[in-house]
């Protein structure tokens, strides 16, 4: 589960440059030679900033915002209860970018043919849409909602089926990668982590495989691709608070960052990770290892959804059943 209102800015401090002054005779007369001590160390990027303009609410335990390009449509999925009841009450809406919601149940667990029980991530391959819910990707219309595909975790490829599958992107191939955050609630919701760490892959041929497994995952919530890097960037959810580069075929993930942890969704924004903490509520941008606090004052920030046409940061506030809409500047 991705299981957060105002910019921060950073002061850069200014280093202190000695000066040896070394005095050497001559004729002339004595001269003065400054020499710099001083190391030079490059200065964090700047604040980006960002300004809320949407608070929508009416949702009911959002996960997950994702802008469709094609339809020019925000779709974010509601658990609408427990992340781990099979329930059949979760629901995914359709909205605009003005902040109107343009259909609230536009794909309804329990109505017209359709099994959805607490939906997370969402991708979109033309005009398919993927959702991940719980241990089960299943597929819909995303112009229409109906039902098409449902991907179940229970073959031997998938190393014992999935635990509690989260976030979903596509690679270039058009393979579906999955994260299994590998976690659990007790009777008073607290989080247990039986395991296991896992990235599973879908095949154009929906076999399904474990593409990634082992606890340098740290709890693996958010998933995306890096086109730039040509790799994934995976964000911890658990207790090792760590950004991640990982490619398909890497023995394991390679940490590019540390942070407040508890870490929820992850996108690309430009040439920057943007990274959601429920530890802390904010949404931090990564740049070259070094982190600058965007957003803060943001409790229970979920999956978050970047829309590069308004260059905005889609946050769904899990516990308090609205989206924030942020422009970056």
Known sequence: MRATVLCMTLAVAAACQPIDRKRHASNAADTVVPVDTTRVV???????????VLAVAGFSTPESVLLDSAQDIYFVSNINGSPT??????????????????NLKFIEGGRAGVTLNAPKGLAVVGDTLWV?????????????????????????????????????????????YVTDTGIRFDDVGNVLHPGPDRVFRIGPDRKVTVAARGD????????????????????????????????PGDKAPKVIAKGAGGFDGVVIAGTRILVSSWTDSTVSAYESGQEVKVITGVPSPADIGYD???????????????????QLQ
């Open 216 to 247: 340098s995952l740290g709890w693996p919530n958010g998933i995306t691709v890096d086109p730039v890097g040509k790799r994934f960037i995976i964000v911890s959810f658990g207790p090792t608070k760590s950004v991640l580069a990982w490619k």
């Open 42 to 52: 490059p200065p964090p990027p700047a604040a980006p900033g960002a300004t809320r």
């Open 132 to 176: 991940a819910d719980i241990d089960v990707v299943r597929a819909f219309n995303a112009r229409t909602g109906a039902p098409l595909d449902s991907v179940k975790f229970v073959s031997a490829g998938a190393g014992g089926g999935a635990v509690f599958l989260n976030d979903v992107t596509v690679a270039s191939t058009g393979a579906i």
């Open 85 to 102: 009841a099979k329930d059949n009450n979760g629901f995914i809406s359709r909205v605009r970018p003005d902040g109107a919601i343009e």
């Open 308 to 326: 590069a046409k308004r260059n905005r940061v889609l946050i769904p506030i899990f516990t308090g059943n609205r989206v924030e809409v942020w």
